[in-house]
């Protein structure tokens, strides 16, 4: 599985089917709409400031009606009415209330006495004719109020005022009227400022639905609805085909992805998009690389129960952290991997070195018949079969594991290929493993101490070259010593070999075997010793509550 320091988050084009090129631009839509939308609100908008407008006409007009019904109430020859003869008084009337009524675009003015009888009218037929208006009724008994009528020409506001004289008695009626205007005239009137404001919004509307959807556009990488689908459809299955578990966060800590096989690993279920990891998974480790910004690599970790090998890596988008993904594995099938790995590696070097081991013993024993010496050569087969029933003996009552067993009997012949004594102490018990580790644990633990001693010893230049391990547990502990007498180290180098990648060899793939160490010990809640001098020798000690 190959990782990269961060993942950056790149889109491709998708290829346009046939189909494809008869569907309208996503830009051409979300023109389209935004521009209707505009129009639409202008088009309400304008009915809103119309009625508004009809409204504060129809206001004004019914208060110029009452004002100029009330004037004419108040003049001398309209207070007179009851005195002199009428035809007369009619004459006055009609002729000072028409140039009041002409003065102010009135569309009548009647002045009414009490036998309901026209003495003034913009129609000269009418004067002198009695009036039989329902709605004047209340006016003749000193009432003044406002009403609207429907007629020929239009939906008319009047004001009706009672004429009293001098003695506070009623003498007669003026009604006033004026003509509300219609939408049509009203829109005639402002058809300029409508024309202008029109032309101007249209255009801005237009000019900016055009730019948002352009913008819009260029922010979904140029792609369509029908492409943007297809690429979440793509993204989200190929995350499910993967082998290994996908959760991925943004900066929310919301779950933007959980593949199924997180799902079977971790065994949680139901609708995880959208939600706070924390609600799915308490116990989870992945928000913390967004605090820390950095990778994580083969961390081993125990989330909602499970034992995982995980890889924990933030998400960046044009040199921003936007989340963090974790990528990661059952260790139980980690462990069976690695076990059948290293089963085979192991299976390999032993029988290399056996190979090598029973050429050099057959060359020995073929070399004392050739000379004659039989009692010799009967003597040394028997001493090495007791030499391997001894040490088989050893283990077999001493290492309570086979892995571990076989790991020793592997690196005891190993160092006798490479000229070294590898000595294990005749009081060592291993009984049991201490809490948190497997035998794969184990094997890890202690295959890279004897290497490690290894290399040391075979970079010294002394005459016999070392290694001596011993096991010593009780029911409370166990302590494990690998001893060497190699190159030995300094204090500075102890600082630093068990910081991942870090190495005292000029080869690649090395500096991860102390530091696997470490991370296992910390598992354990163990710890470790380091004592080394240059010149003298490396002891490891190890130590784990049982």
């Known amino acids: 599985m190959i990782l990269h320091d961060t993942i950056m988050i790149n889109f491709y084009t998708v290829k346009r089917g046939p189909s494809d090129m008869n569907r309208i631009s996503l830009h051409w839509k979300m023109t389209a709409l935004i521009f209707f939308i505009i129009v639409f609100s202008i088009i309400v908008a304008g009915i809103f400031i119309l009625s508004n407008i009809m409204e504060t006409r129809e206001k004004e007009l019914s208060n110029r009606a009452m004002l100029i019904a009330r004037t004419v109430a108040e003049l001398p020859e309209v207070q007179q009415l009851s005195n002199g003869d009428i035809e007369t008084a009619t004459e006055k009337i009609n002729l000072v209330v028409e140039k009041i009524r002409i003065i102010n675009k009135a569309e009548y003015i009647v002045v009414l006495n009490m036998e309901r009888d026209r003495l003034s009218h913009p129609i000269d037929h009418m004067v002198g004719t009695k009036s039989n208006t329902a709605d004047e009724s209340a006016a003749f008994v000193e009432h003044t109020y406002l009403s609207k009528a429907k007629g020929e020409l239009g939906t008319v506001v009047r004001a009706f005022v009672p004429i009293m004289n001098e003695e506070h008695e009623q003498i007669g009626v003026v009604v006033s009227g004026y003509l509300l205007p219609t939408i049509g005239e009203i829109i005639f009137g402002l058809k300029s400022e409508i024309i202008y404001t029109s032309i101007l919004s249209l255009f801005f509307g237009g000019w900016g639905s055009w730019a948002i959807a352009h913008h819009m556009k260029k922010q979904m990488f140029g792609l369509e609805p029908h492409e943007i689908s297809q690429l979440y459809v793509e993204r989200y299955e190929t995350f499910n085909a993967m082998h290994e578990g996908i959760i991925a966060i943004d900066n929310d800590l919301v779950i933007t992805v959980f593949n199924k096989k997180a799902r079977s690993i971790l065994g949680v279920d139901g609708e995880l998009i959208g939600k706070n990891i924390y609600e799915v998974l308490p116990d989870t480790r992945l928000p913390e690389i967004l605090d820390v910004n950095y990778p994580i690599y083969n961390k081993e970790l125990q989330i909602n129960n499970h034992n995982i090998l995980s890889n924990r890596i933030p998400i960046q988008v044009n040199q921003k952290t936007v989340g963090a993904v974790a990528v990661f594995q059952d260790r139980t099938e980690v462990k069976r991997l690695a076990e059948e790995l290293t089963g085979v590696k192991e299976f390999v070097q032993a029988l290399r070195i056996k190979n090598h081991e029973h050429k050099n013993k057959l060359h020995t024993i073929a070399g004392l018949l ?177």
């Open 370 to 546: 050739q000379i004659g010496k039989d009692k010799h050569a009967l003597e040394y087969i028997f001493q090495v079969q007791k030499e391997q029933d001894v040490l088989l003996k050893f283990l077999n009552e001493r290492i309570a594991d086979e892995n571990i067993s076989g790991l020793l009997l592997g690196k005891i012949g190993h160092g006798k290929e490479l000229g070294i004594k590898v000595e294990i102490d005749s009081n060592s018990k291993l009984n049991s493993l201490p809490i948190g580790l497997d035998q794969h644990d184990f094997v890890i633990i202690l295959g890279n101490l004897i290497e490690n001693a290894f290399d040391a010893v075979q970079l010294s230049n002394k005459e016999e070259k070392t290694v001596s391990i011993s096991f010593d547990q009780d029911e409370h502990y166990l302590s494990i010593m690998v001893e060497d007498n190699g190159i030995g180290m300094d204090q500075q180098t102890i600082n630093q070999i068990f910081k991942n990648g870090f190495t005292t060899k000029n080869h690649e793939d090395r500096g991860i075997g102390l530091y696997l160490i470490s991370e296992l010990v910390k598992k354990a809640n163990g710890r470790i010793e380091v004592e080394s001098f240059p010149g003298e020798g490396t002891t490891f000690i190890l130590t784990f509550d049982i």
